[in-house]
């Protein structure tokens, strides 16, 4: 075992304390992952049989990524060892075991847009209209509900709005209809295994049996269904292990719940804790940032992070004018810092709160003709032409699956729209057979027009060819045949567009991924392909291989490491998020998001905000996050007028008790960065509706509406102190900002 050598003192005391409950709290870049495949490398070399081993993680890509670091230390060992995210290790053992709780081993996975598709379509049928209840927020409010195990009749017992009680109704049909399309949603791929264990104690007391040593990566981002699986799992022998950070808890609103890592200890009385607080990653000035910026919570376990690397670059906090300055403004440090620190673009990350951010970062790059990636736009697996192959396979497999047979019985179009559905509906209701089988049984449907009789006869003959094709050939194989013959490819080559050719190149790259596939895994069945591909996460795809630079939110980033990171937008309302106002706990996880982003970075980091933004299709005056104020100290640098701002020590203008400043004061203190107001000439020439102004009484404001022309030019002004005011725009003494 001299592979424990690589370990310092911490992390080797927590690899070798094998028996019993342990809590690993790893703090961001002190080895948790190498800590988590040492452990397990050291159970396989002292003799316990890989398949004794459960790990769970939180992507595919970080169990790939051990696997192969575990076969590297350990050989062959490992061969047999149950390593995946939750979901896959759990559907895995659900193939196995699911016909004990009314399922087929070929069950379907529905992703959100299958489950929201099931959804509209069971609120057509009970006359729910969709524009007065919205389905996605259904889906949500049922995954939610299904996450902290609530059943359809536990939920309408707390019904007390109409939203409620039409959700109810729903939740209990879309259930049936999953069990009738013998399909899972992504919660049941963990909810039916309580069901499955609660029911079957000889299947519990199996795989408790099997899995005696059980270690968990990312622990804080558990939700109560997993909290209740690896209590359940972890009874008998209480071999277990969690490894994460209470400081990177980042997904309340996907469920998870802080208190389980939190709690750990009360959960397991005599749980062993080991703490890794040297940082491998950042240096100094990073590290202390985020240590300054996380001890403002309070809900969280104590820790202080240290590192032996160099103080580093200052941390820059830059101030834009607007979000078109603000990808001005990171495009030309990502530049300059290129040829510093001789950076490939892979080695920089842009990091942001929501998606829509993304707009002004990349028309700055494609102005400067910078390549760049985005992390978590369409991902490919749900792009249309995608989804409706996949949906054609997952008929042949699963042939009960009516949600996947209605997306693509009509696709390419073969005369089986809405009225001839209806009549393949009825004629099923009226016969009791499953939809397929009424496809199959097109010719006794007298309601049929003789153009769908004969779309819904080609359909069957395909699909009757291929369920029996598939056995008999390859993957690659079939799935050529398949796409050749149903013609998708010949049609978006007819198309002859941009958008056509690049669907013909999606499908040719999904054929590619089952012969790669195929290729990693010889034995596998397409069960298995399709299984895998519901599961992929937008990280699990990304790769660095591209030299490019790296787009992503935070929420996307975590777990990755960057030479040089930018967060951008630290603007009140955007980071922290919030719509009107946010409660301390929703406070406390947008800085632990923020800590995450922080953290991230190894060599150098960027923080930027702006004074206005288009925000919701219109300009909007943006205020300096409160984190800003947080991270204040040695190591951080501002530019702007956040420069000099920070070298008034005596001034806090981001503090909640700031107040106005005179217009002396505001040019004394910006007087680098703002032009002179006495020497503007005709400030009419640049003034718009939309503009960003600032007056020397009332502050800033936007520009409303302008009338009269020359020296009878009026403006209405909305200010942020006064609201709205109209001013002879010659006499106002206006700066224009935008």
Known sequence: ?????NLNTPQQDAVKALEGPVLIVAGAGSGKTRVLTYRIAHLLSIGVPAYQILALTFTNKAANEM??????????????????TFHSIFARILRYECTKIGFEKNFSIYDDNDSIGLIKRIMNSMGIPTQQFNPNAIQSTISNAKNQLVTPDEFGRYAHSMYEEKTTVIFAEY??????????????????PITLFHQHSDVLQKYQDRFRFILVDEYQDTNHVQYVLLKTLAEKYKNICVVGDDAQSIYAFRGADIRNILDFQKDYPGAKTFRLEQNYRSTKFILSVADRLIKHNQGQIPKTLWTDNDNGDPIHVIECVDDREEGSQIVNRITNDAQR?????????VLYRTNAQSRSLEDAMR???????????????????IKDLLAYFRVIVNPQDTESLLRIVNFPVRGLGDVALGNIKEFAVQQNISLLESVHRSRENPKLSPRAKSGAIQFSLMTKKYTELKNAV?????SRAFVDEIGVLKMFKEEATPESMARWENVQELLSAISEFQNEHPEATFEQFLEEVALVSDIDQWEDK????????????KGLEFPVVFVAGLEEGLLPFYPSQIEENELEEERRLLYVGITRAMKKLYLTYTRSRYRFGDVTLQSPSRFISEIQGRGVEAYNSFKRFHQRKDENRFSPSYKKKSYQQEREIFADTMPDYESMNDVSKGLRVGSIVEHEEFGR????SISGKGEMMKAVVLFESVGAKSLMVKYARLLIYS
Not at 367 to 385: D, L, T
């Open 175 to 192: 259930q049936k209809q999953l069990l009738q399309s013998n399909a899972m949603d992504f919660d049941d791929l963990l909810l039916k």
């Open 701 to 704: 404001g936007r520009t409303l």
């Open 1 to 5: 075992m001299t592979f424990l050598h």
């Open 67 to 84: 696997k192969e670091r575990i076969h590297n230390i350990v050989g062959e060992k490992s061969h047999s060892l149950w390593m995946g």
């Open 367 to 385: 102005k400067n003709s910078i390549p760049y990636v985005i992390v978590g736009g369409v991902a490919f697996y749900q792009r249309k032409e």
């Open 474 to 478: 390859s993957m690659s194989e079939f």
């Open 341 to 349: 620190f001789k950076l490939d673009l892979k080695h920089f990350a």
């Open 546 to 557: 591209h030299n490019a630079i790296t787009l992503m939110t935070l929420h996307s980033a």
